[in-house]
């Protein structure tokens, strides 16, 4: 199993992140104890927002990398499940919609 996750940082912030294995709850627990450094360590505490799974690697690290390449307002669309302003925020961009 491959999680794509994203995490609400302490600042507002959004981290994408990518885990291997079953317990996304001892992922979340290692980001709260700052286990990793880098950009959640300094930005503590962190919530779960949004999480998925799959099989595939490729998969995951593909859209971890969607993801990471949209705005904040996008991002705040897809975690609460807003497709309609999803599409929206897509067409402003000038690229091609994204399902």
């Not at 992140?17 to 079953?22: A, K, L, S, V």
């Not at 949004?50 to 705005?71: L, M, N, S």
């Not at 807003?82 to 091609?96: C, V």
């Amino acid at each position: 199993m491959i999680w794509v996750y994203i995490l609400r940082c302490a600042d507002g912030s959004y981290y994408t992140g990518t885990h291997r294995g079953d317990d996304m709850e001892d992922r979340i627990a290692e980001h709260q104890a700052g286990n990793y450094g880098g950009y959640t360590a300094a930005r503590r505490p962190v919530e779960l927002v949004w999480a998925d799974w799959t099989f595939q690697f490729a998969d995951a690290v593909a859209t971890e990398c969607r993801i990471k390449g949209w705005t904040r307002a996008k991002k705040e669309a897809f975690i609460a499940g807003d497709w309609k302003l999803l599409k929206l925020l897509s067409k402003r961009r000038g690229g091609p919609e994204e399902s």
